[in-house]
């Protein structure tokens, strides 16, 4: 994590509210004593309560089991590890809310057509339901990024980080300039539309603006209309060149994003994007060695030569298998016939986390595990690789 300095610093270092606002955490301790949640043995949460903000998103609040509070950079998700028809599954999902109100989180989801999870979370998901969770994960933040000015671009679902970076600027007062253009479908496609605007009507630093493809049944849109284009940037963001932006939505509008912004010669040092599809993740991290002493280094000069092999040993299920030194445990350990848990396969959702007993791995990971996990010999298999034979907890 940087220390950032300037104008947002602040995001980085959210303390918790001096009193709390409801829900057992409060009732049972002042915040100041109580420990984060994601650093205590128990991470289940308890749903607190479920809003309906459009048609087909919802936003589950929710505290933790235990007594805890909440602490986290705003972009940051959690990764929900669930049972659905006696089948374990894992979805990740930004968290919505700001870290300024440190008793609950909210998670805000839309219902994918066919999808598994999030159809599972709106039909069945409601208050007083407990769900395994790990988190917080991703790097995706503004907190990382200080600037005087931010253009936050979202489309759909990808709102969700963007709309935690600006409730925090927002609670903060903060002075730094924000531009939040969001796309959607229709009117009433737009995510938080109203706390958008009740936001930007209220705090003279946030702008928003939202552009829609075409009328919705009940409202025809009034406003921009189409595909966010290089124009439109420019009549919005005159000053584009003073901004970092940050961007959120689907692959398709990401691309598009990224080709008008190269197009209109922006600084693409200043440009940072989240995918909430695997496949489209880059590494933006440098590697961090992880060994059964839990020391972490940059790895030595020569180490993991592609022609080196080493043997890795599955202590609890018993099974010893090969892998290469540029290979991943994961995929060596699926090589070998053995399935452990996994599912982003790119160091993000922190679900094949677990320890390294011996020998040292080459990691390359996004966030999806913590220094304080790594200082405790904690690895992501899916994005580790060997530095020597290795014992592993799994
Ligand atoms: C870092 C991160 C943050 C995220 N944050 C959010 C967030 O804030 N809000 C949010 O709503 N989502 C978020 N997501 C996405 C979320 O994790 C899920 O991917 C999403 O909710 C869909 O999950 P699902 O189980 O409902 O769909 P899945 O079951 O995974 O299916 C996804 C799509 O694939 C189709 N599909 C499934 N199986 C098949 C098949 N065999 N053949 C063809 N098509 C198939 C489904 O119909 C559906 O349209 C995030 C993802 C990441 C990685």
């Not at 270092?13 to 009732?27: D, Q």
Request: with cysteine; aromatic share 8%.
């Amino acid at each position: 994590m940087t220390a950032p300095t300037g104008p947002v610093a602040v995001l980085d270092a959210v303390a918790p509210a001096p009193f709390p606002t409801g829900g057992h955490v409060g009732l049972t301790a002042h915040p100041s004593v109580l420990p984060v949640w994601g650093e205590t043995a128990d991470s289940t949460l308890v749903c607190r309560r479920v809003l309906d903000i459009t048609h087909d998103v919802k936003t589950f609040l929710f505290e933790p089991a235990a007594p805890a509070l909440f602490h986290y950079d705003p972009g940051q998700f959690i990764t929900l590890r669930l049972q659905i028809g006696g089948r374990a599954v894992d979805r990740c999902y930004t968290i919505s809310t700001p870290p300024t109100r440190p008793h609950l989180i909210g998670i805000t989801v839309k219902r994918q057509p066919g999808g598994l999870v999030s159809n599972w979370l709106h039909d069945t998901m409601g208050a007083g339901q407990r769900v395994s969770a790990d988190g917080p994960f991703g790097l995706f933040s503004a907190a990382h990024h200080p600037a005087g000015k931010y253009l936050f671009l979202s489309a759909g679902s990808g709102i969700t980080p963007i709309m935690s970076m600006t409730r925090t600027l927002y609670d903060l007062g903060s002075d730094t300039d924000v531009l939040f253009v969001h796309s959607a479908r229709t009117p009433s496609d737009i995510i938080f539309r109203r706390e958008l605007d009740a936001m930007a009507s209220t705090a003279p630093t946030i702008r928003v603006a939202h552009v829609c493809e075409r009328d919705s049944p009940r409202e025809p849109w009034v406003g921009l209309r189409g595909f966010l284009s290089g124009e439109m940037l420019r009549v919005l963001a005159p000053d584009l060149h003073e901004r970092d932006v940050f961007c959120c939505g689907p692959t398709a509008y990401m691309a598009a994003v990224r080709r008008a912004l190269v197009a209109a010669g922006f600084d693409m040092g200043r440009y940072h994007e989240e995918s909430f599809s695997f496949e489209d993740l880059t590494v933006e991290v440098p590697p961090v060695r992880v060994d059964g002493d839990g020391v972490h280094e940059p790895p030595p000069p020569g180490a993991g030569a592609p022609t080196a092999a080493f043997s890795v040993e599955f202590v609890r299920s018993g099974r010893t298998f090969r892998c290469g030194a540029d290979e991943n445990v994961l995929d060596a350990a699926f090589a070998a016939g053995l399935t452990p848990p996994s599912s982003c396969g790119q160091g993000m959702c922190g679900t094949c986390k677990t320890t390294i007993l011996s020998g040292a791995v080459d990691m390359q990971h996004q966030g999806g595990i913590r220094p304080r996990e790594i200082a405790q010999s904690k690895l992501l298999i899916c994005c580790s690789k060997p530095l020597s034979d290795l014992r592993i907890d799994s």
